[in-house]
């Protein structure tokens, strides 16, 4: 009912920058928050940025100052900006959306993108 479609990711070298996009489509009556999450094989997925409904951002202690998300104007598109990427960034990065879905009565979503690889090295 809710489909995410993630683009951008690929092969940078340290110091470079990617921009990675995530359009949510589908039956959503509202969205309250649009995130970013990234996993290597050893690790869980951890959140790397999100931005709520009211334009509120938050950002793990690893990336502020080089990531930066954002969406669009109709609020169904996010994004991350990443700059001075560094060999630890590499990561499957997951796009996360949480919402309601139309509908009598509203029922909660909670949808993941089918994420994207990006590698960081030289």
């Known amino acids: 009912q809710v489909q995410l479609v993630e683009s951008g990711g690929g092969l940078v070298q340290p110091g470079g920058s990617l921009r990675l996009s995530c359009a949510a489509s589908g039956s959503i009556f509202r969205i309250s928050a649009m995130g970013w999450y990234r996993q290597t094989p050893t690790n869980e997925r951890d959140l790397v940025a999100v931005?709520?409904?009211?334009?509120?951002?938050n950002y793990a202690d690893s990336v502020k100052g080089r990531f930066t998300i954002s969406r669009d104007n109709a609020k169904t598109t996010v994004y991350l900006q990443m700059n001075s990427l560094k060999p630890e960034d590499t990561a499957v990065y997951y796009c996360?959306?949480?919402?309601?879905?139309?509908?009598?009565?509203?029922?909660?979503?909670?949808?993941w993108g089918q994420g994207t690889q990006v590698t960081v090295s030289s």
């Open positions: 931005i709520t409904s009211g334009g509120s951002t």
């Open positions: 996360n959306v949480k919402g309601a879905l139309l509908g009598t009565p509203l029922m909660n979503f909670n949808s």
